[in-house]
């Protein structure tokens, strides 16, 4: 699937977006997978309550299923306005 | 209903007419927008926002589609630029269309709430060779709980 980063967490990884290759269940299970990589991503994933996360591009929490996702997106929560 | 995200400027007034013009059975038009301010250092350089192709319009076409359900609506527009902007510069419109001004008024207020915390935008502020994210704020998520 495809993996992106917005705004802060994307500088922190140091890129927009990447193809991962994973069985994980959920976006948990994904966000430990990406932990374990390296310093930069448990940085940038360190604090869960700081982070959105949007699967197919609808927002849900880190608990949501993975099953057949295309695209996961991790970014803080949202300036518009 | 028509959503707009672009990099380009916009022009608040045409497009204000545009949207109020030739209504017979609209009332009430209701416009907000926003512009880059600089309160709290008094240098920003630069307002640079990013957001999240696909799912932006996404977002905003479920955030209106919601704001026609809920109040009796003719037209709700939404305009949100991203990129570098300036000080001064308009950011984002909203503009609805409604019978009666009540209507209009509550629709483009749960727009904006929805908007800040709900839509796919991140801002950055430059200012004196420094750089930082704005942090969303606890009260922006605490207006969402009126609607």
């Not at chain 2, 707009?4 to 009430?28: H, I, K, S, T």
């Not at chain 2, 999240?52 to 709700?76: N, Q």
């Not at chain 2, 909203?94 to 801002?123: G, I, N, Q």
Request: glycine share 8%.
């Amino acid at each position: 699937m495809d993996v992106l980063y917005f705004a802060w967490v994307r500088e922190r990884i140091g890129l927009p977006k990447e193809r991962v290759e994973t069985q994980a269940a959920t976006v948990a299970d994904l966000v430990e997978e990406l932990r374990a990589r390296e310093a930069r991503y448990a940085a940038a994933f360190a604090d869960l309550s700081a982070l959105r996360v949007a699967v197919d591009q609808k927002l849900t929490g880190f608990d949501a299923p993975l099953d057949g996702a295309r695209e996961v997106a991790f970014f803080p929560p949202m300036t518009g306005g | 209903m028509r959503i707009v995200v672009q990099q380009a400027p916009f022009d608040l007034g045409a497009e204000a007419n545009a949207f109020a013009a030739g209504r017979r059975d609209m009332g009430a038009v209701v416009t907000f927008t926003g512009i880059v301010r600089d309160l709290a250092s008094a240098d920003l350089d630069a307002m640079e926002i990013e957001h999240y192709p696909g799912m932006t319009e996404a977002a905003l076409t479920e955030i209106a589609t919601e704001a026609r359900d809920r109040w009796s609506l003719g037209d709700v527009l939404v305009i949100h630029r991203f990129g570098r902007l300036c000080p001064g510069d308009l950011i984002m419109m909203v503009a609805t269309a409604a019978p009666h001004r009540r209507d209009a008024f509550e629709a483009a207020e749960f727009l904006m709430d929805y908007l800040k915390s709900r839509a796919p935008f991140w801002k950055k502020e430059h200012s004196g060779g420094a750089s930082g994210w704005v942090a969303a704020k606890d009260e922006d998520e605490d207006a969402l709980t009126r609607w």
